[in-house]
């Protein structure tokens, strides 16, 4: 009984990341991360970032304050630049939607849990 209870569960889990994938936002967002990925200059503006920031990081780590700041005005004139591109901004638009959308799930499947359990 305990096996069939978690096949079942395991082809519910199945069927809402299926329901995921074939939505219009996750199949957008998808196709904005293949275009995204192809834009030269905006993977470069985010190296760039990523760079900064692990510089930045290193820096606060020693101590070295007055370059954090320094590291910290490149990365915002970075993403400056990188606001100004529709499709790096859309790109987050619908990451931002898709990672409400999976906490939500995460949140009504614990709560759903926590009641039936406690």
Not at 22 to 34: F, G, N, V
Not at 67 to 73: G, M
Not at 76 to 95: E, G
Request: charged fraction near 35%; charge should be negative; aromatic fraction near 8%.
């Amino acid at each position: 009984m305990e096996k069939k209870l978690e096949t079942d569960i395991l082809l519910k889990i199945d069927e809402l990341v299926e329901s995921i994938k074939s939505h219009s936002t996750y199949l957008t967002y998808l196709e904005l991360a293949d275009k995204l990925k192809l834009n030269k200059e905006i993977n470069a503006l985010i190296e760039e970032v990523k760079a900064y920031q692990k510089e930045a990081v290193k820096k606060e780590m020693l101590g070295e304050l007055s370059e954090v700041k320094a590291l910290d005005n490149d990365i915002s004139s970075c993403l400056s630049k990188l606001n100004k591109y529709p499709l790096y901004l859309d790109y987050l638009d619908y990451q931002r939607e898709l990672n409400t959308t999976f906490q939500l799930i995460k949140e009504s499947l614990e709560d759903y849990l926590n009641k039936y359990t406690n």
